[in-house]
């Protein structure tokens, strides 16, 4: 199956600095998508991202396909950014979902 | 739009009891629901792939007779953990897609502790 790998695994940034996350994806997908875990375990869609690049307020995110990366960029964190970032994958079975093993945030005010 | 709930958010039974877990799509209609399984600080790890009348598709190392999926309806995926053990302790949570085309939508999740 699809190998995915998500770097760094862990990130201290200070309030207001900048960041990027890098999803490293083994084949060829039809389907990416970035989403954030919160502490109490929820997980919130962030980008459907296959390819291509797409901003929503201080996120934005590129997805370079034939290159087998996509990047997700925290501009202006703040302490609600904190949580665990998880990059997936989707190949050719459907829609069915292969998860990186994630990079945790933590923002310090 | 597009909103999964799970019920219970949080269970603790005892070793060797049984414990269902619902997962509902509130606002559509679902034809493809997954399950998955996340223990602490690690990713979530996919259990089985559930569609609407037929059975549930399971991964490979994930016990079917132990893990029991029922997809009844478009809106309504059952989890039963059997005879839970120690071990089965975890975060299980489900997600819920308009068709095999379709983006996933994530539920709460359901802490399980057994004891």
């Known amino acids: 199956g699809i190998q995915v790998e998500q770097s760094p695994p862990d990130l201290i940034l200070q309030e207001g600095a900048n960041s990027t996350l890098r999803c490293n994806f083994s084949d060829s997908v039809n389907n990416l998508q970035w989403f954030h875990q919160n502490p109490w375990g929820q997980l919130i869609n962030l980008f459907y991202i296959p390819s291509g690049t797409k901003q929503n307020g201080r996120l934005s995110a590129t997805t370079v396909a034939t290159e087998r990366y996509s990047l997700l960029y925290i501009s202006s964190s703040q302490t609600t950014d904190s949580g665990v970032y998880f990059c997936a994958v989707g190949g050719a079975a459907g829609n069915k979902l292969t998860f990186g093993g994630g990079t945790r945030v933590l923002v310090k005010p | 739009g597009a909103v999964v709930s799970q019920h219970p958010s949080w269970v603790i039974c005892k070793s060797g009891t049984s414990v269902k877990i619902e997962c509902r799509s509130l606002?559509?209609?679902?034809?493809?629901m997954f399950w998955y399984r996340q223990f602490p600080k690690q990713s979530l790890m996919l259990m089985a792939t559930s569609n609407e009348g037929s059975k549930a598709t399971y991964e490979q190392g994930v016990e079917k007779d132990k893990f029991l999926i029922n997809h009844a309806s478009l809106t309504l995926s059952t989890l039963t953990v059997t005879s839970a053990h120690p071990e089965d302790s975890s975060f299980y949570i489900c997600?819920?897609?308009?068709?095999?085309?379709?983006?996933?939508?994530f539920g709460p999740g359901t802490r399980l502790t057994v004891l």
């Open positions: 997600s819920a897609s308009r068709s095999s085309l379709d983006t996933q939508y």
């Open positions: 606002d559509f209609q679902a034809t493809t």
